[in-house]
């Protein structure tokens, strides 16, 4: 494995740049024939786009999402119809209600609480409601009890979250909340969530990828230019309307009697809570007939900053969230570097393919070199790129061998570019796929690439990126 030292030879960006470029074109020459250009890929199916319009799906806007066509179209096209799918990167779980309404069994991993309780609501509005429930949920509609209440839970704040909302929807959050704590856990968990949908809109903030962008009436200095995010909605009318949507789609559901209306029978949900690095080594050899899923990319979002404002509201404290950040998969420039060996003495192969990924190792070393040469915008753009793949490396293996022979593996994923390198996420990782037991079958390509950064195309030019579906089968 390559390492910055006190002795690193520092080649001239070109020249650099040139090696990198020459690897990246020896791998596509590789991979030449497994790319396949899918016009059924739009980048609304391969996003949270196409679930907007979508009954239940449409409830919480989960933007790293992709949309239940993309699993519907994936297990159409590859004829999977039955047994247990996973996904190790569960999100709001769009892969595991995809599944089970074509009467597959899913298990889905996931690390973030916010994900975890969106999973778990609508387990419980699918199996658990009952029309008491249901009548309950339409008078918070309609009589909005919470505006006559005394009762006030105190809103729990995080230091970056710290004054997000005016001051009447502090009170009116704390007084819903007050008042929701007198229903059954069915309810509250679904008024909660409801609240988690909408806190968004009745805030001073826009998630922004890499952190939570301010309106300037939140009195909070950010950046040269004031941003103004347009309407801020009152309390009121966005809860109730977030109510009303949920009491829509469950009447609607509620005619075909099933929130997924399948023509099957319906397959189960499990949901294991925590990371994927974790978890997954627990999980038997050749339990699932399928994966779909997507990682984070390597694009230095913080899940924990975007997501702050629901993670406040589900009582993370400072330190919680510093540990959730930390054991996310290494996508942003405050991941430290994880142990992976000590973590598991098993993933030793899994490292050794990433250290023997040329591709890898020479924009690893080119990426080292630029921190020295002080040309990076953050020197944590090495530690994080190379934790990313070290780390997406074990999870593969794993993958591997939680898979039945023969069973197919679909991850969603973009390339990426720093320091002007392009970096071919989709080549890198079916290289190190195949030397972990997977056959790259297709690496299907979306007609509309994706554009590199403001600030990359103002400094090295604009270059469109890849955004692929790998398809990679496991070989035995």
């Not at 029309?131 to 009762?151: A, C, G, H, I, M």
């Not at 979306?446 to 579906?469: D, I, T, Y």
């Amino acid at each position: 494995m390559i390492t910055l030292t006190e002795n690193v030879k520092v080649l001239p960006q070109k020249t650099a740049l040139s090696e990198v470029e020459r690897l990246d074109q020896d791998l596509y020459h590789h991979f030449n024939d497994k790319f396949y250009l899918d016009l059924s890929l739009s980048r609304s199916i391969v996003s949270f786009q196409a679930n907007k319009t979508r009954e239940v799906y449409r409830w919480y806007k989960f933007k790293e999402a992709f949309s239940a066509s993309l699993v519907e179209y994936l297990l159409e096209k590859y004829k999977i119809a039955c047994g247990t799918i996973l996904d190790p990167f569960a999100g709001s779980g769009t892969a595991l209600f995809a599944a089970i309404a074509q009467g597959i069994n899913a298990d889905g991993i996931e690390l973030l609480p916010i994900g975890q309780q969106i999973i778990n609501t609508k387990k419980i509005l699918a199996l658990e409601f009952t029309k008491d429930d249901f009548n309950t949920l339409k008078r918070w509609s309609l009589e909005q009890p919470w505006k006559k209440s005394v009762l006030r839970t105190p809103l729990n704040e995080l230091r970056i979250t710290k004054d997000a909302y005016p001051e009447q929807t502090k009170e009116s959050i704390e007084r819903y909340l007050g008042t929701c704590e007198q229903e059954n856990e069915r309810i509250q968990a679904v008024l909660r969530f409801a609240l988690l949908c909408i806190l968004e809109s009745v805030s001073y903030t826009r998630k922004d990828g890499q952190y939570l962008r301010w309106d300037y009436r939140s009195g909070r200095r950010q950046g040269k230019k004031p941003f103004n995010k347009g309407t801020i909605l009152s309390f009121e009318k966005a809860i109730s309307n977030k109510i009303d949507e949920i009491i829509f789609d469950l009447q609607t559901r509620g005619k075909q009697k099933t929130l997924f209306p399948s023509k099957h029978s319906h397959g189960k949900i499990n949901l294991y809570s925590g990371s994927c690095l974790d978890v997954l080594p627990t999980i038997p050899a050749g339990t699932y007939d399928a994966i779909i899923t997507s990682p984070p990319y390597c694009n230095r979002y913080d899940y924990t900053r975007t997501y702050a404002l629901e993670l406040a509201l589900q009582g993370i404290n400072e330190q919680e969230l510093v540990h959730l950040r930390q054991q996310m998969l290494s996508c942003t420039v405050e991941n430290r570097a994880k142990d992976l060996l000590k973590m598991n003495p098993q993933w030793r192969k899994a490292i050794t393919a990433a250290d023997h990924q040329e591709l890898l190792q020479a924009i690893l070393k080119y990426l080292d070199d630029q921190k020295v040469q002080g040309m990076l915008n953050n020197n944590g753009i090495p530690r994080m790129v190379r934790g990313y793949f070290y780390e997406m490396a074990c999870v593969i293996a794993e993958c591997s061998r939680v898979l039945n022979p023969k069973s197919l593996l679909f991850m969603v994923n973009d390339n990426v570019r720093y320091a002007g390198a392009s970096i071919s996420v989709d080549m890198i990782l079916s290289d190190i796929a195949e030397k972990l037991g997977f056959h790259v079958e297709n690496i299907l390509v979306l007609p509309n690439g994706k554009g590199n950064s403001s600030q990359q195309m103002g400094k090295h030019g604009r270059e469109l990126l890849r955004k692929c579906v790998y398809v990679w089968r496991k070989t035995r």
